[in-house]
């Protein structure tokens, strides 16, 4: 009798839990569900108020003269923020929610629990980076995101321009509280941050040269198109130019100064490991990029083996040109064959614009056999601003705005036209544009029924892990004829498998740069200068780079599930809307939409 009642309890005890959960209505889930995205929508407009830059990239007005506050204070309200929020949340019961506002929850959860765990880690990153930072942030947010529509919102740039002192101060101040830690980027990011700096305060008003400054250009460029007469427009010009010489001015100086002192005492190597709590650090930064629980080891093996397979695909396309030598030897054939690049001069430029233009227009025609759901937001395409195109990456995607006012922007870097190849080109546009980031992010923004953060926010996994998906799905559906530029596909993926074995051997193994850099020698068809510069970003990025092939090859192992169970009845559009319907997801959570439309599939 003793060893029976526990389990009547236990019957009992479950009876009872179905019996309430049976009482649950579908009309009270969907009430208690309208509230929590009630809720949702209130904490997405409480915390977007406090950033105005954010206000700005969602294509809203408000605060239009105001730039954050990237203060340590700031920064401490907002774990506050964060603890009350996730405090109001947990009043809420997900087993009173609908299916899609339990998904919502458990989101909103793991965003708010993450951002906490990762509290104790937050100086463990360079605010000033060859990459990105306030320093080239600042200009290119004024320049792509701060539209003049009318003469209040030139005064709203111009009261922008003034805040800049203010918030490079603030700058400095957080890369010496980093010094006082011991945490200092490495030595190699500073010449650019320098120099890119040095760019920003170059030209009219600041010098006596011929040369117009960026932002005085972009200004002059965009007040030309209001209605007024040409003494205000020389007005506002005039305002601006004060307002540059009064805070541009000042801030960036400040920040040259700081820079060039941390410049004398930064370390060769800052790896993941060399900082305090290094290992613990790294191993945060694998789970929250990756959305798994890989370990360092899993994930070096796991590049390994898939740059063992890339090779192997690779000697297939050297057989096919019919190339005389070894993969070593067509890696270099194609690393200085001028054949597949264009000329560096400003009509090589432009033809590489044109010739992505044109990749991408064919590829839009063939979207709707590939996808039932399709943007809304326009397409742009351009090259990165001269004033920092040396230290930003070959290309990235910037999403279109709330309300699809202003597009989403493809960014090519032109600065290097041997870098720029044309056997990588249309592997690059389709990553970047469509069917990859510009899909994602896009149809994610115009998701009307999903609360915002989760039309805004995002999993790197997820996101990296479509564009990598995004260069493979085309050459099923007839591209990549030239075998060159399949190669160049190849040559991505390479690249991408190469980034587990490179980052976990900085961040974990404890290689040195130089270490890194020869493995990417002999393993990739990239040249010893892109290779110093990949690893030089995997060095301030720890982590980053293994979200591409973790993030694809849980989207390939889905589809194979989904293919061998569902058969002939498998449906390509079908899976591809299922992967965006609701947004970025981590991986987890993806496996379980994709085993549950299976699910849905057989029962029909």
């Known amino acids: 009798m003793k060893k029976i009642l526990p389990l009547i309890l236990l019957v009992l005890t479950s009876c009872s839990h179905l019996f309430q959960q049976q009482e649950i209505t579908n009309e009270m889930r969907e009430q208690e569900t309208a509230r ?14 406090r950033s105005p830059e954010s206000q700005t990239y969602m294509g809203r007005k408000t605060n239009y003269d105001q730039l954050n506050d990237i203060s340590d204070e700031n920064a401490y309200l907002e774990i506050g923020f964060t603890k009350k929020q996730l405090r109001d949340l947990k009043k809420f019961n997900p087993d009173k929610l609908t299916h899609d506002g339990q998904m919502s929850y458990f989101l909103f959860k793991d965003n708010l629990e993450r951002g906490l765990e990762r509290v104790k880690f937050r100086y463990h990153w360079f605010p000033v980076n060859q990459m990105f930072g306030q320093h080239a942030g600042l200009p290119s947010f004024m320049i792509n995101m701060h539209r003049i529509e009318s ?5 709203a740039y111009i009261s922008r321009i003034k805040l800049f002192d203010r918030q490079l101060t603030e700058l400095v101040k957080l890369l010496e509280t980093r010094r006082k830690k011991g945490i200092i980027a490495p030595k190699f990011v500073f010449p650019k941050a320098i120099s890119d700096s040095q760019n920003i305060i170059s030209g009219m008003p600041f010098d006596k040269s011929n040369n117009r400054n960026a932002l005085v250009e972009d200004f002059e460029k965009k007040i030309s198109t209001l209605k007024i007469d040409n003494n205000s427009k020389q007005d506002l010009m005039n305002q601006l130019n004060e307002a540059l010489i009064a805070s541009v001015l000042p801030g960036y100086q400040k920040l040259i100064v700081k820079l060039e002192e941390l410049e004398k005492v930064a370390p060769e190597l800052a790896t993941a490991w060399t900082l305090p709590n290094g290992d613990a650090f790294y191993r945060g930064r694998l789970k929250h990029i990756t959305t798994t629980d890989l370990t360092p080891e899993e994930i070096h093996q796991f590049g390994l083996d ?29 690393k200085t064959a001028q054949q597949f690049r264009y000329p560096d001069t400003e009509a090589g430029k432009k033809q590489y614009i044109t010739d992505t233009k044109k990749i991408i227009a064919r590829m839009e025609k063939k ?18 601003e001269a004033f920092r195109e040396k230290s930003a990456g070959l290309a990235f995607y910037q999403g279109p705005s709330e309300e699809g006012n202003r597009p989403g922007i493809y960014y090519i870097n032109l600065s290097d036209m041997q870098a720029a190849t044309k056997y990588e080109q249309e592997a690059l546009a389709y990553h970047e544009a469509v069917p990859g980031h510009h899909m994602q992010i896009s149809i994610a923004t115009e998701l009307k029924n999903l609360p915002k953060f989760r039309r805004f926010g995002g999993y790197t996994a997820y996101s990296e892990g479509w564009g990598l998906y995004a260069e493979l799905l085309p050459l ?34 404890k290689w040195s740069m130089e270490q890194a850099v020869q493995w990417l020698d002999d393993n990739t068809p990239s040249t010893h200068e892109e290779n110093i510069r990949a690893i030089q970003r995997y060095t301030i990025m720890p982590g980053q780079a293994t979200a591409y092939k973790i993030g694809m090859k849980k989207i390939l192992d889905l589809r194979a599930y989904a293919e061998a169970e569902l058969g002939k009845a498998f449906d390509i559009r079908g899976f591809h809307d299922e992967i965006l319907k609701d947004g970025s997801v981590p991986m987890d959570l993806l496996e379980e939409k994709i085993k549950r439309w299976v699910s849905s599939k057989k029962s029909l």
């Not at 709707?368 to 351009?382: C, D």
């Not at 030239?482 to 690249?495: A, H, I, K, Q, V």
């Open 36 to 49: 929590l995205n009630e809720f949702f929508e209130r904490v997405f407009e409480e915390n977007l108020a």
């Open 151 to 155: 003469v209040e919102d030139a005064h």
């Open 306 to 334: 898939d740059t063992k397979r890339i090779h192997e695909e690779m000697l297939k396309i050297v057989q096919q040109v019919k190339f005389k030598g070894d993969l070593q030897a067509f890696f270099k054939h194609m």
């Open 367 to 384: 979207l709707p056999e590939m996808f039932g759901i399709l943007p809304k937001a326009e397409l742009t395409i351009k090259p990165v």
């Open 476 to 509: 099923e559906f007839g591209f990549y004829k030239d075998p060159y530029s399949n190669f160049g596909r190849l040559t991505m993926e390479l690249w991408r498998a190469a980034r587990l074995v490179v980052d976990t051997g900085l961040h974990h193994k």
